[in-house]
């Protein structure tokens, strides 16, 4: 059984690569390739930012005549995303980077250009030395002076670290861990205090207001009424010496003995007392009948509460025949 996929060739016996013939490729021929951008660009265009590693299908050419070190420098083309302008860029092997060409401008490349600027720098000063002896003693002794500096700011963080070494850390927390409990609890008993002082205020101005209104209250309560005797207090009250009753009285009856019960004889009212207005004198027991107004019971200041009875029982009937 054959293989899927041959990996060697059949060269048949009178094959003779010398008779093959060879193709005259140009030096400059470019080739399709794919990459990514290898830095941040803009183009110069239309201002388009083209990333670091946004993949492109490029062009890639070898460069005639640049050579660093036998190796040889290779040439990319590739379109701006936006507006497809043409953006070019190169190998620099001597740096291990890329050098922007044509078409765009190379952004963050902060520390490539301190390099540079370190480099360009260095090589004014060889060249200022190399003719100048006198230029040559003042960067030595610029250089002298900056060492020292050097070495007195490192003698002193030396001997911060010392002062630091001895110091226990954990004690310092712990004394800072203590101090904000304290703190915390005297701003607790502070704001205890400003409570239990709201709540005495509170309190007394309720008590305030509350002795205000009664007092409001008692002065504008009306004005009690007068204590009436009841009538069975005369019951209560003590006995007194009792006269000598005649013979005469006797015989008639007790009409005229105790007149201290008068009190206990309540006046029955008539029709004239309930349609009388309060404020307005009433009339007397003689009752109105049929709108004339009966004589009243003659009361002598002798008489007793029976005699009052009987005179009120009289009007009764002789109202009533009427």
């Excluded at 290779?74 to 507006?83: G, L």
């Excluded at 002193?156 to 002062?163: F, G, M, P, S, V």
């Excluded at 400003?194 to 007394?204: S, W, Y």
């Excluded at 029976?306 to 009427?322: F, I, P, R, T, V």
């Amino acid at each position: 059984m054959s293989e899927r996929k041959v990996l060697n060739k059949y060269y048949p016996p009178d094959f003779d690569p010398s008779k093959i013939p060879k193709l005259k490729l140009p030096k400059d021929r470019q080739y399709v390739v794919r990459l990514m951008a290898p830095f941040n660009m803009r183009c110069k265009t239309c201002g388009e930012y083209i990333y670091k590693g946004k993949k492109f299908n490029a062009r890639k050419e070898t460069v005639q005549n640049e050579v660093y070190l036998g190796l040889p420098i290779f040439r990319f083309y590739i379109k701006c995303t936006r507006c497809l302008a043409e953006i070019t860029f190169k190998t620099d092997p001597e740096n291990t980077d890329y050098t922007m060409e044509h078409g765009a401008t190379r952004n963050f490349q902060a520390e490539k250009l301190l390099e540079e600027e370190e480099k360009r720098v260095q090589k004014e000063r060889e060249d200022e030395e190399l003719n100048n002896p006198m230029k040559v003693l003042e960067n030595r002794t610029k250089d002298s002076k900056l060492e020292m500096e050097v070495l007195e700011n490192l003698q002193e963080l030396k001997d911060l670290n010392q002062r630091q070494a001895h110091v226990d850390f954990e004690a310092m927390l712990r004394q800072h861990r203590l101090s904000e409990e304290e703190r915390q609890k005297q701003e607790q008993e502070e704001d205890e205090r400003e409570t239990v002082a709201l709540v005495e205020e509170a309190r007394k101005r309720r008590r305030l207001e509350d002795s205000d209104s009664e007092e409001d209250a008692a002065a504008s309560a009306p004005p009690q009424p007068a204590h009436r005797p009841k009538p069975t207090a005369i019951l209560d009250e003590a006995p007194k010496a009792k006269r000598k009753v005649e013979s005469w009285e006797r015989s008639v009856g007790t009409f005229c003995s105790r007149p201290q019960l008068s009190g206990l004889v309540v006046v029955k009212k008539t029709d004239l007392d309930r349609g009388t207005p309060q404020g307005q004198p009433t009339p007397a027991l003689g009752a109105v009948n049929n709108g004339k107004v009966a004589d009243p019971a003659p009361r002598t200041p002798g008489t007793s509460s029976l005699s009052q009875l009987g005179a009120y029982s009289d009007s009764e009937d002789s109202s009533g025949s009427n």
